[in-house]
């Protein structure tokens, strides 16, 4: 079967969530991707939970599992010299690299880009930071919380007044990700139009602004702060079985709400005959629509409010998010067999190629599972020369 990265030689370096995310999305479109990984401890992602059993280990780890499906591992200690040519032969070799360290630290190192397209001048090298390669914060960090905060997406969340929301999950890790994989393709295809390799220069706090602009641009053209009190936009709802969300906003939407609940007197009630005076009478409109749904199922209210062409949001369990009809009739969920975890159920594709269909030919790999194959298969290596790179600490 055609693969839509086939012919693409990925070498990931890179520590954090967003690089490995990135570098998932193109082994599951059939680029070889290798990650390397520091001998011994491996990858930091190695000690994220969720572990299987909840018992901590390099290989235990669920999301080092999901995020590096389809990958090879190749232990090595770039900070040698002798592991340091060793890079240089594999980017020599390669199409992309991926990498997150601090701006300017791969080029003190003697890999950055006029480094590494000395030696391969097709190469495209993909740097993740925070703030970027340039400008005034570009030594800052972000970690998930600050990159959330920063975007303007923290004023839609939680109670003004109150401690910060945590978003859930590492969606601004996850969303780095994707712009990462974006911006990476993208250069390969200007490589093959034009033969000129780039560096993809990736933000964290840009690539968070990008998708949740609407805050940030509310306030650029009209000074206006839209955060959690502006709740006119949507409300979460008790039911008999869990929760709902019904988004408010919009003239039509809300007499379609009303009808739908049978609540046709809200649309001759003053309190509510406009978005500005639902936001004044907010807690009031609440109130009542609570009382239509609360025993009411919200599977059943997911389902026929969508016949009335109403937005509402279900509030799922795992279980449920598992079960989803939608997911189902996508095959969205995989399972697979890690050789130490055993079988672990994940999202697949993230959308959908018809030709070059997404494909998982591996399991996540274990610790330097690959160095030996990569070393001497690649790279001419003995298995003399592989056994005094483990004594020295090379690999």
């Known amino acids: 079967m055609t693969k839509a990265l086939g012919k693409y030689k990925v070498i990931d370096i890179s520590r ?56 090879k591992s190749l232990t090595l200690d770039i900070t040698t010299a002798t592991g340091k040519q060793i890079f240089l032969e594999l980017a020599r070799r390669a199409d992309a690299v991926i990498e997150d360290f601090a701006p300017g630290e791969m080029a003190r190192r003697g890999l950055g880009i006029r480094a590494l397209q000395q030696i391969n001048p097709k190469l495209v090298l993909t740097s993740i930071t925070s703030f ?13 919380l600050g990159a959330w905060g920063m975007s303007g997406a923290r004023y839609n ?10 978003i859930g999950g590492w969606l601004t890790h996850y969303i780095t990700g994707l712009f990462a994989n974006a911006g990476t393709l993208t250069a390969l295809y200007d490589r093959e139009l034009n033969g000129k390799a780039r560096r993809v220069d990736v933000s964290m706090l840009e690539s968070v602004m990008l998708i949740t602009c609407y805050p940030t641009t509310i306030y650029a053209y009209r000074g206006l702060v839209h955060n ?3 709740k006119e936009r949507m409300g979460i709802f008790k039911c008999k079985d869990g929760y709902i969300g019904l988004n408010l906003y ?4 809300f007499e379609l709400l009303c009808s739908f609940l049978g609540l046709t007197e809200m649309l001759t009630d ?35 409010g969508a016949e009335w062409r109403i937005p509402i949001g279900l509030v799922p369990d795992v279980k449920e998010i598992l079960e989803s009809p939608q997911h189902q ?10 050789p130490a975890a055993g079988a672990v159920t994940m999202p697949g594709a993230p959308f959908k190629l018809s030709s070059t269909p997404w494909q998982l030919t591996s399991p996540a790999p274990l610790l330097g599972e690959h160095t030996r194959e990569i070393l ?10 592989i056994v005094r790179l483990r004594e020295r600490g090379v690999i």
Request: proline residues 7%; hydrophobic residues 35%.
């Open 157 to 166: 969340d939680g109670t003004p007044g109150v401690k910060p929301v945590q």
């Open 376 to 385: 001497t298969g690649e790279l001419g290596y003995t298995p003399d020369d």
């Open 329 to 338: 009739a996508r095959n969205f969920f995989e399972t697979v067999k890690h």
């Open 16 to 71: 954090g969530i967003a690089g490995a995310y990135c570098t998932r999305l193109m082994a599951g479109f059939g680029a070889e991707v290798i990650k390397i990984e520091k001998p011994n401890t491996g990858s930091p992602l190695r000690r994220l939970r969720p572990f299987k059993s909840n018992v901590p280990g390099i290989e235990n780890s669920g999301l080092f599992i999901y995020l590096n499906t389809g990958k």
């Open 270 to 304: 003053p309190r509510f005959s406009t978005p500005a005076a639902i936001f004044e009478h907010f807690e009031e409109a609440r109130a009542i629509i609570a009382e239509k749904v609360k025993d009411r199922e919200k599977m059943e209210l997911f389902k026929s």
């Open 132 to 144: 970027g390669q340039s400008g005034p914060y570009k030594n800052y960090r972000l970690n998930h």
């Open 250 to 253: 919009g003239r039509l939407n």
């Open 228 to 230: 959690a009190v502006s």
